[in-house]
């Protein structure tokens, strides 16, 4: 398994967790005083929920891919044991299934 890859999901960690991190610490911000503000701030939390529990399914898939490199098993999908294939992981280095299971 080539080093390449196993920079590019450590780097693709990092940059998430920071993400996570913001995206918390903006969750956990004070809101305003005025009601109509508060109204948008909402809406913008609902937004920003979802946008943390995206950020912490992918960084938990990360992991997952990150540890499957370490013990030689990347690109085989945890569910039927079958390749992945390449093509998909190229545009999901995170992948830990194939295409049919991850339906
Ligand atoms: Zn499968």
Known sequence: ???NLKQ???LLEEELSHRL???TS???SDHSADF???V???ENDDVLHGLQLETAAALTQIRQALRQVE????????SCGEEIGA???KVMPFATRCIHCAE
């Open 1 to 3: 398994m080539s080093e």
């Open 8 to 10: 590019q999901l450590q």
């Open 21 to 23: 991190e913001r995206i």
């Open 26 to 28: 903006d969750l956990t």
């Open 36 to 38: 109509a503000e508060q």
């Open 40 to 42: 948008t701030e909402r």
């Open 71 to 78: 013990e030689g098993t990347y690109g085989i999908c945890e």
């Open 87 to 89: 093509e998909r992981l």
